[in-house]
């Protein structure tokens, strides 16, 4: 296993120099169309797999290159499983949306989860096939809500995502996770409970509503949030106990971003253990990032956005 994990490592190395890079996204977010948009991309070796000149099929094959060299090569039962589940529940929404309100849900799968979609579907859509304990559990409270006619989208995506945070918490629970992917999903835990707590303040719920949001899996306790609550805090200073530095942190969207960049910032941190997961798992995650950040340049030259605007809503990718 060691070996494996020496060569994946050795060869993170070498394509983290093959990275898009800041100073390119930089250009590319410059740019007034989407000609000149997919040259720098095609300059920057950007979609190379790909034989189209339409960025989204240059998106998606950057995206298939790191997903397979990471299929490949990560060890197993590192964590990226638990990468993939968010996947897996992706799909698992989309199929309980599609039963339960009679959705149209051909295009509207992702592929790369742990499971096929085509599975999760089936097991949805028919009765006596298992997902697993915590997709059961999720299917089978959606279903009560369904017969309490206490089922809506919000609902079902809060009972999805509370199942999902407790598959992840127990997988990462293993003696075979490294302490960095423990911090990290542990810190992805608070951050999410953290923007929760954030919105449902903004929209003047009641601290019911943040319950039914509550994830597993994190340091800070829900009695925590309950005390935020009644001191009538509106979630911002709470980063700090997920360990961000609060200083500028004055919207929701600063929060999203600040989450963003200090999980990227916490795994990528010790990239260069080459005896842990830390530099393929670290690789991982900012060229997903990069994706992201390329499809949000991308798609805001495609809507007409301003230079700054797009700027605006990049994190800050490369240590």
């Not at 994946?8 to 990275?19: C, G, H, I, S, W």
């Not at 089922?151 to 407790?166: F, I």
């Not at 916490?266 to 990032?289: E, S």
Request: proline share 1%.
């Amino acid at each position: 296993m060691m070996d494996g994990l020496l060569f994946a490592n050795a060869a993170v190395k070498t394509m983290e120099t093959k990275l898009f890079g800041a100073e390119k996204l930089g250009r590319l977010s410059e740019c007034d169309n989407l000609t000149d948009a997919v040259r720098i991309l095609r300059e920057g070796g950007f979609g190379a797999q790909s034989d189209s000149d339409d960025y989204e099929s240059m998106l998606l094959s950057e995206e298939r290159t790191v997903e397979n060299f990471v299929r490949k090569n990560a060890p197993k039962g590192a964590g990226f499983e638990c990468f993939w589940l968010k996947t897996d529940y992706h799909n698992l929404k989309t199929a309980l949306k599609a039963k339960y309100y009679e959705m149209d849900d051909e295009d509207l799968y992702l592929s790369g989860g742990n499971r096929e979609a085509a599975e999760i579907r089936d097991a949805v859509f028919s009765e006596g096939k298992s997902l697993g304990e915590h997709m059961d559990k999720a299917v089978i409270a959606v279903a009560a809500l369904s017969a309490e006619n206490a089922l809506t989208p919000k609902a079902l995506d809060e009972v999805c995502d509370r199942e999902m945070y407790d598959e992840i918490s127990a997988a990462v629970s293993a003696r075979s996770i490294s302490k960095a992917v423990k911090d990290y999903f542990r810190a992805e835990s608070d951050l999410t409970n953290i923007l929760s707590f954030r919105r449902v303040s903004e929209a003047g719920m009641d601290f019911k509503a943040f319950e039914n949001c509550f994830v597993a899996g994190g340091a800070i306790p829900r009695d925590r949030f309950m005390k935020a609550y009644k001191e009538g805090s509106s979630g911002f200073e709470l980063i700090g106990l997920a360990g961000i530095k609060s200083d500028g942190v004055d919207s929701t969207w600063k929060m999203e971003k600040a989450k963003e960049e200090y999980l990227l910032r916490l795994m990528t941190g010790m990239a260069n253990d080459m005896f842990t997961v830390q530099p393929i798992m670290g690789y991982y995650l900012v060229k997903k990032a990069e994706c992201r950040a390329v499809r949000t340049v991308m798609t805001g030259i495609a809507n007409g956005l301003g230079r700054e605007e797009i700027k605006r809503r990049l994190i800050r990718i490369y240590a």
